[in-house]
């Protein structure tokens, strides 16, 4: 029973374009929501997070926003770079407890 | 400064061996997790210990696996009588404190292949 849904396996955009990242989440205790980006054979980096108390938050082209009513999150990347390819998780926890992970977007940015 | 290492970076076992992986994590960081994922999952939560408290272990598939952190630094994890669903890139994490908006940084992980 996945507590963390990342729909869409893949996305592929145009280099320039907006890449949009969804994830859907269920537990409502939830209150801390980070997006790791991760590249093959290395460990996920720390990307930009989002706490509950606000809906959106923003670093240089990136962009987090949070709908808590709708319990749904998204990650915005404007203008889409090449080395911007990579899978993208989405990860949240609520307090000190462990990250509960997505399964990951592939993002592939066409040059 | 150093990230998180992790050693081996790859291990090929044979099925019922026991193996052990390291995680050297980031000099002062109290907080320390293992995580493994396993071809097209996510990553799945298995143990955490933070400073001298309890580890919490509610993320450990069965009682083959087992870890420590020694000092309050370096951690090993054990699988015994490994499995071939025990194939898994196993990944290890370490967090400043336990503030909950401390990032976690992860090290490059530890593939492990179970013949």
């Known amino acids: 029973d996945q507590q963390v849904k990342q729909n869409s396996p893949s996305l592929s955009v145009q280099e320039g374009r907006i890449s949009i990242l969804n994830c859907d989440y269920t537990?409502?205790?939830?209150?801390?929501f980070l997006w790791y980006k991760k590249y093959p054979a290395e460990g996920p980096t720390f990307l930009i997070s989002i706490s509950s108390i606000k809906d959106k938050n923003e670093d240089g082209r990136f962009t987090v926003f949070l709908n808590k009513s709708a319990k749904h999150l998204s990650l915005h990347i404007v203008p889409s770079q090449p080395g911007d390819s990579a899978v993208y998780f989405c990860a949240t926890h609520s307090g000190n407890t462990p990250l509960v992970f997505g399964k990951g977007t592939r993002l592939s940015v066409i040059a | 400064g150093a990230g998180v290492s992790q050693s081996p970076s790859n291990k090929v076992t044979e099925k019922g061996k026991d193996v052990e992986l390291r995680c050297d994590p980031i000099?002062?960081?109290?907080?320390l997790y293992w995580y493994r994922q396993s071809l097209g999952q996510g990553l799945e939560f298995l143990i955490y210990f933070q400073g001298n408290s309890a580890p919490d272990k509610s993320g450990l598939p069965s009682d083959r696996f087992s870890a420590e952190r020694t000092g309050g630094s370096v951690s090993t994890l054990t699988i015994q009588r490994t499995q071939q669903e025990d194939s898994a890139v196993y990944l290890c994490?370490?967090?400043?404190?336990?503030?909950?908006?401390?990032?976690?940084?992860f090290g490059p992980g530890t593939r492990l292949t179970v013949l």
């Open positions: 537990n409502s205790m939830f209150d801390y």
């Open positions: 994490a370490s967090r400043r404190g336990g503030g909950a908006t401390d990032t976690q940084y």
């Open positions: 000099s002062g960081h109290t907080a």
